[in-house]
């Protein structure tokens, strides 16, 4: 890493104790304003850490040709869904931006370029989680796109450059599902802590790897047979996993919450990191 970039953060922010990450499976949409035993794990969990600084979000939602970060003083809250109840739609999440930790990312990693982005805002992958946490939206909020074009091992080297900001006061959040097929919901059982039996063992081999720190199996997740090529269909909701782990050292506790299945084919399964 080059002085410059570590020179440039140690000015625009202090020392802090090093932050947890966090991996959340954000689920449905109707999370947002539904209350359950997913959005009290996303509560809990907030009490459970110091209040951030700021908050950068890597959400599956937001997969763009190149990486790019927000950078305005005010994201937009983006609906970016459909068929749902108005009221879910109605949701405003006014949490400020917080340029100088934009650029504090782009400046952080080397190996890409990342963009500065003042068009995107904050998508559900990342509001509908956080509204939970810090109801006031007094904190700052940036998101992180997904690349499509990156592989995971690329995806993850990128994580592992940011983990200076864990020592800054920054909560860096995942927010995917590391099962996530939405063709092969039962829908007559969305509301139940359902799981077919190829879902469930994914998400048992996954916690697996996750537990004893096998971020190599995890990376090369394709590689797992038949159950995870069907719980990880496409990656962009397993890519956020990947984010938090790659912040992970050797001193960090590990811990696992909201741990259900949904619908057969989605799991909530969420992970604490320090």
Request: aromatic share 10%; glycine share 6%; charged share 20%.
């Given at each position: 890493m080059k002085l410059s970039a570590l020179n440039k953060i140690a000015e625009s922010l202090e020392n802090t104790p090093k932050m947890p990450v966090l991996f959340l499976g954000h689920g449905s949409p109707m999370n947002a304003i539904t209350e359950n035993e997913f959005v009290q794990g996303f509560?809990?969990?907030?009490?459970?850490?110091?209040?951030?600084?700021?908050?950068?979000?890597?959400?599956?939602?937001?997969?763009?040709?190149?990486?790019?970060?927000?950078?305005?003083?005010?994201?937009?809250?983006?609906?970016?869904?459909?068929?749902?109840?108005?009221?879910?739609?109605?949701?405003?999440?006014?949490?400020?931006?917080?340029?100088?930790?934009?650029?504090d990312v782009k400046d952080l990693v080397q190996n890409t370029t990342v963009h500065l982005d003042d068009k995107w805002g904050l998508d559900h992958g990342a509001w509908s989680v956080i509204r939970h946490m810090y109801p006031k939206a007094d904190v700052p909020v940036i998101q992180l796109s997904l690349d499509y074009r990156k592989t995971p091992q690329e995806h993850y080297e990128l994580a592992q450059e940011l983990n200076k900001l864990r020592e800054k006061g920054i909560l860096i959040v995942g927010s995917g599902n590391n099962v996530h097929n939405l063709r092969m919901v039962h829908w007559g059982k969305?509301?139940?802590?359902?799981?077919?039996?190829?879902?469930?063992?994914?998400?048992?081999?996954?916690?697996?790897?996750?537990?004893?720190?096998?971020?190599?199996?995890?990376?090369?997740?394709?590689?797992?047979?038949?159950?995870?090529?069907?719980?990880?269909?496409?990656?962009?909701?397993?890519?956020p996993l990947l984010y938090a782990l790659a912040l992970q050292d050797k001193k960090d506790e590990i811990s696992i919450f909201n741990d259900d299945p949904v619908g057969g084919s989605l799991a909530m399964t969420s992970v604490k990191i320090g």
């Open positions: 509560r809990k969990v907030s009490s459970e850490i110091e209040k951030p600084k700021a908050i950068v979000v890597v959400s599956a939602h937001w997969q763009t040709q190149g990486t790019r970060v927000t950078a305005m003083e005010q994201p937009q809250t983006i609906h970016d869904f459909g068929g749902f109840p108005q009221e879910l739609y109605e949701v405003q999440y006014p949490a400020p931006g917080m340029l100088e930790l934009a650029q969305l509301n139940e802590n359902f799981g077919f039996d190829w879902a469930n063992e994914a998400n048992e081999k996954m916690k697996e790897l996750i537990m004893s720190g096998n971020h190599h199996d995890l990376i090369n997740y394709s590689k797992l047979g038949r159950a995870f090529q069907l719980s990880i269909p496409t990656p962009e909701h397993y890519l």
